[in-house]
């Protein structure tokens, strides 16, 4: 635990392991010392950033080294190529195989089984350490003198609960490594502690002695973990068996857990959570049938749990990456497919904008695509309804989509780190990318620029509009180009390359090293370097010749409800039915703006066609030539409207002030919220084709007023 409470800063000095490790991350103790931690990612994140200058990630094996590790391990090529195989096939296997121990035990388990045709072979990670500890015990049968199979048994069962309620009781006070009192504390008898390791020793060990103590753990944290969950379910379930709650015990046993899971943010219960989970289910009882003494119909029990898992995935907004991408491998564990298959036909399906998924849901969607072989058409994050943290958590399968666009998604150095790295891949499909509007500045153009240069890499398209780019950026790219050949099409406009960027990308078109052919650096401007949307402000002014008579206006920029009725000439473009009001301006290409409300009224973007004399088709959202956001009590009541078809929006808090944003060639028209510090909170946004010029336009309620805004705000972040 991270610990800001003592400072502690003399060598000296006596403090527990928290206070002396978290005094040497923050420089307070031994200020020159350099500082590698090896953990679980989950509980990194539990240190504070301010304290870490560095991160380096090392995952275990990557996937060619996986195979490399079974090809070297197993002397018979066929049989590894079975083993391969089968990993492959089962994805929560195959991304477990980054972790070397599980190689191990996946090749001892698999080489033992193959052996025997009538095997059934292991699809779960729970089912992988059943038939591990079952060799184990069988190893140690054939080395015991006993020969009364039933003392064999109860002497079986003995050794492995003890051995499993040291796990539970260590793993929840987070130790990993034991002393001779833990174990008496478990009942195991220190003078047979040795006979413990002797007889296990592919699950229990003694270590070598320290400071004159013997220290024992088990071979790895994750067989801690299955241990501690077979102890919760014998001594919960299978010890204290109630018929006529037996239903209830295992469910709410389930619940409970999942819930203190949930509540971890190290996610030091992830692992027990899955193997609790698998172990209650009746196949992998009767796999443990001799340690458990009988089985438990656990059928209703696990659909109970699988729908509370589902329900929490889709219900929870605050839920971290981690936590949701382990609750759908719960349900892998417990065999339910039916959400994997919900997200399948989801991917494939074009209504990506309907439904509104959690965040939890996004980590989900995420988890099983990079589970799964299979290459998609196209990725547009923009078209996924949910929050930007949802849009975040599916950063990581651009590797799994030819086409990926994600302009304007406010990238973050990390998810900007994916992308690249996902160019840099072996066998990478993208072949289009579109980073447009995402400020990535000199460093993030290097990074791209070098991954161009990747044999890996097979990009053909790659679209940088408004990305800030500037002179220098624009040397990365023309010395990416001359190693870049698959890279056809780049765009570069709405930057700010100079004219000697330009010159220098230009020159690559005629490079016979360079397969590029088309090449965009128009709106070469300096104000293009500006960050976020600000960069596309433009200043729109009220058309007096639209304005309904009861909606007085002030100077162009300013209209507001009133009661008299105004005497403006007659005009055939002037609204007669709805108090609304239209700009003087046309508008295409990138345009951002921002109006303020006081009351309540309606935003819009709308043909010059648009109806002006009566009927509903006159309203804007209500036709198909309009797009509008109805803008109730501050936001407080949001909904998007398009061609009498409306959804609703939510906005995380009240404010006066609308920024939206037009892409008038990709076709896509954003509103978002302003808040008083300017921070930009996406609301929603319409993607369509658009064929004609489009205008800003209002509608007002009685005692509302509209402004437009001169200048944008200093934009400080995205939400």
Same mark, same amino acid.
């Given at each position: 635990?991270?610990?800001?409470?003592?400072?502690?800063?003399?060598?000296?000095?006596?403090?527990?392991?928290?206070?002396?490790?978290?005094?040497?991350?923050?420089?307070?103790?031994?200020?020159?010392?350099?500082?590698?931690?090896?953990?679980?990612?989950?509980?990194?994140?539990?240190?504070?950033?301010?304290?870490?200058?560095?991160?380096?990630?090392?995952?275990?094996?990557?996937?060619?080294?996986?195979?490399?590790?079974?090809?070297?391990?197993?002397?018979?090529?066929?049989?590894?190529?079975?083993?391969?195989?089968?990993?492959?096939?089962? #994805?929560?296997?195959?991304?477990?195989?980054?972790?070397?121990?599980?190689?191990?035990?996946?090749?001892?388990?698999?080489?033992?089984?193959?052996?025997?045709?009538?095997?059934?072979?292991?699809?779960?990670?729970?089912?992988?350490?059943?038939?591990?500890?079952? *060799?184990?015990?069988?190893?140690?049968?054939?080395?015991?003198?006993?020969?009364?199979?039933?003392?064999?048994?109860?002497?079986?069962?003995?050794?492995?609960?003890?051995?499993?309620?040291?796990?539970?009781?260590?793993?929840?006070?987070?130790?990993?490594?034991?002393?001779?009192?833990?174990?008496?504390?478990?009942?195991?008898?220190?003078?047979?502690?040795?006979?413990?390791?002797?007889?296990?020793?592919?699950?229990?060990?003694?270590?070598?002695?320290?400071?004159?103590?013997?220290?024992?753990?088990?071979?790895?944290?994750?067989?801690?973990?299955?241990?501690?969950?077979?102890?919760?379910?014998?001594?919960?379930?299978?010890?204290?068996?109630?018929?006529?709650?037996?239903?209830?015990?295992?469910?709410?046993?389930?619940?409970?857990?999942?819930?203190?899971?949930?509540?971890?943010?190290?996610?030091?219960?992830?692992?027990?959570?899955?193997?609790?989970?698998?172990?209650?289910?009746? %196949?992998?009882?009767?796999?443990?049938?001799?340690?458990?003494?009988?089985?438990?119909?656990?059928?209703?029990?696990?659909?109970?749990?699988?729908?509370?898992?589902?329900?929490?995935?889709?219900?929870?907004?605050?839920?971290?990456?981690?936590?949701?991408?382990?609750?759908?491998?719960?349900?892998?564990?417990?065999?339910?497919?039916?959400?994997?298959?919900?997200?399948?036909?989801?991917?494939?399906?074009?209504?990506?904008?309907?439904?509104?998924?959690? @965040?939890?849901?996004?980590?989900?969607?995420?988890?099983?695509?990079?589970?799964?072989?299979?290459?998609?058409?196209?990725?547009?994050?923009?078209?996924?309804?949910?929050?930007?943290?949802?849009?975040?958590?599916?950063?990581?399968?651009?590797?799994?989509?030819?086409?990926?666009?994600?302009?304007?998604?406010?990238?973050?150095?990390?998810?900007?780190?994916?992308?690249?790295?996902?160019?840099?891949?072996?066998?990478?499909?993208?072949?289009?990318?579109?980073?447009?509007?995402?400020?990535?500045?000199?460093?993030?153009?290097?990074?791209?620029?070098?991954?161009?240069?990747?044999?890996?890499?097979?990009?053909?398209?790659?679209?940088?509009?408004?990305?800030?780019?500037?002179?220098?950026?624009?040397?990365?790219?023309?010395?990416?180009?001359?190693?870049?050949?698959?890279?056809?099409?780049?765009?570069?406009?709405?930057?700010? @390359?100079?004219?000697?960027?330009?010159?220098?990308?230009?020159?690559?078109?005629?490079?016979?090293?360079?397969?590029?052919?088309?090449?965009?650096?128009?709106?070469?401007?300096?104000?293009?370097?500006?960050?976020?949307?600000?960069?596309?402000?433009?200043?729109?002014?009220?058309?007096?010749?639209?304005?309904?008579?009861?909606?007085?206006?002030?100077?162009?920029?300013?209209?507001?409800?009133?009661?008299?009725?105004?005497?403006?000439?007659?005009?055939?473009?002037?609204?007669?039915?709805?108090?609304?009001?239209?700009?003087?301006?046309?508008?295409?290409?990138?345009?951002?703006?921002?109006?303020?409300?006081?009351?309540?009224?309606?935003?819009?973007?709308?043909?010059?066609?648009?109806?002006?004399?009566?009927? *509903?088709?006159?309203?804007?959202? *209500?036709?198909?030539?309009?797009?509008?956001?109805?803008?109730?009590?501050?936001?407080?009541?949001?909904?998007?409207?398009?061609?009498?078809?409306?959804?609703?929006?939510?906005?995380?808090?009240?404010?006066?002030?609308?920024?939206?944003?037009?892409?008038?060639?990709?076709?896509?028209?954003?509103?978002?919220?302003? %808040?008083?510090?300017?921070?930009?909170?996406?609301?929603?946004?319409?993607?369509?084709?658009?064929?004609?010029?489009?205008?800003?336009?209002?509608?007002?309620?009685?005692?509302?007023?509209?402004?437009?805004?001169?200048?944008?705000?200093?934009?400080?972040? #995205?939400?």
């Amino acid at each position: 635990m991270f610990s800001d409470a003592q400072k502690v800063s003399d060598v000296t000095e006596t403090s527990s392991v928290g206070v002396l490790m978290s005094n040497l991350m923050k420089g307070e103790l031994l200020p020159s010392a350099h500082i590698w931690i090896t953990t679980r990612p989950a509980a990194a994140n539990q240190i504070p950033s301010k304290y870490i200058n560095r991160v380096t990630e090392i995952q275990g094996f990557n996937d060619p080294q996986k195979e490399e590790y079974f090809r070297k391990r197993i002397s018979d090529e066929d049989q590894a190529s079975r083993i391969i195989s089968h990993i492959r096939r089962a #994805r929560s296997l195959h991304i477990m195989c980054h972790i070397p121990v599980f190689c191990w035990i996946s090749s001892t388990v698999l080489q033992k089984l193959l052996e025997d045709l009538s095997a059934e072979i292991p699809q779960t990670l729970t089912e992988m350490y059943i038939h591990f500890l079952i *060799i184990q015990i069988n190893m140690r049968n054939q080395k015991s003198e006993e020969r009364d199979p039933e003392k064999l048994l109860q002497s079986n069962r003995e050794v492995i609960l003890k051995l499993a309620e040291l796990a539970f009781k260590q793993l929840m006070k987070g130790n990993v490594m034991f002393y001779e009192e833990d174990l008496i504390e478990s009942g195991i008898d220190v003078t047979d502690a040795s006979v413990y390791s002797g007889i296990c020793t592919e699950i229990f060990k003694e270590e070598s002695v320290i400071h004159q103590r013997k220290v024992y753990c088990f071979i790895h944290l994750s067989f801690q973990e299955f241990l501690a969950a077979f102890y919760v379910f014998y001594y919960y379930i299978i010890k204290n068996y109630n018929t006529l709650h037996y239903l209830d015990q295992v469910h709410n046993l389930h619940r409970d857990t999942i819930d203190e899971a949930l509540q971890r943010e190290n996610g030091n219960l992830d692992l027990f959570l899955r193997f609790l989970l698998g172990i209650s289910l009746e %196949s992998n009882q009767r796999l443990l049938l001799d340690l458990l003494t009988h089985t438990e119909e656990s059928s209703e029990s696990i659909k109970k749990t699988s729908q509370y898992i589902k329900d929490r995935i889709r219900a929870e907004k605050n839920l971290p990456t981690e936590r949701s991408i382990n609750l759908f491998l719960c349900l892998l564990e417990m065999k339910d497919q039916t959400l994997y298959r919900e997200i399948q036909e989801f991917m494939r399906s074009d209504k990506h904008s309907e439904k509104k998924l959690s @965040p939890a849901q996004c980590s989900a969607i995420t988890c099983m695509l990079q589970m799964s072989d299979e290459v998609l058409d196209e990725l547009d994050l923009k078209k996924y309804n949910t929050s930007e943290d949802g849009r975040r958590r599916l950063i990581p399968v651009v590797s799994n989509f030819r086409k990926v666009l994600l302009a304007d998604c406010n990238l973050t150095g990390h998810s900007y780190e994916i992308v690249v790295s996902a160019l840099q891949s072996s066998n990478s499909p993208l072949r289009e990318l579109d980073l447009s509007n995402n400020d990535l500045e000199e460093t993030g153009v290097k990074m791209l620029s070098d991954a161009l240069k990747s044999t890996n890499c097979n990009l053909e398209i790659l679209r940088l509009s408004g990305c800030m780019i500037t002179e220098v950026g624009c040397c990365y790219l023309a010395s990416a180009l001359s190693s870049a050949s698959h890279l056809k099409e780049m765009d570069l406009s709405y930057n700010h @390359p100079g004219d000697s960027g330009v010159k220098m990308l230009s020159g690559r078109l005629n490079d016979p090293n360079c397969a590029l052919e088309k090449l965009n650096v128009d709106h070469n401007e300096a104000f293009r370097i500006t960050p976020g949307l600000q960069k596309y402000f433009c200043d729109l002014t009220l058309d007096p010749n639209t304005t309904h008579t009861s909606l007085l206006m002030t100077e162009n920029r300013m209209v507001t409800h009133v009661k008299e009725h105004q005497s403006y000439p007659e005009h055939p473009e002037r609204f007669e039915h709805y108090e609304q009001v239209m700009c003087k301006e046309s508008l295409t290409g990138r345009c951002y703006w921002e109006t303020e409300f006081n009351g309540n009224g309606h935003v819009a973007v709308t043909y010059k066609k648009v109806s002006r004399k009566e009927g *509903i088709d006159c309203l804007f959202g *209500i036709n198909e030539h309009s797009w509008c956001l109805f803008w109730i009590n501050s936001g407080k009541v949001c909904t998007a409207w398009h061609d009498n078809k409306n959804t609703d929006v939510s906005v995380p808090s009240q404010s006066k002030r609308v920024g939206v944003y037009l892409d008038w060639p990709a076709g896509t028209l954003s509103f978002y919220s302003v %808040s008083d510090t300017h921070t930009l909170t996406h609301l929603y946004t319409f993607n369509t084709t658009f064929t004609e010029p489009l205008y800003a336009g209002f509608r007002l309620y009685p005692r509302a007023s509209v402004s437009l805004c001169q200048t944008a705000g200093k934009i400080s972040g #995205r939400e």
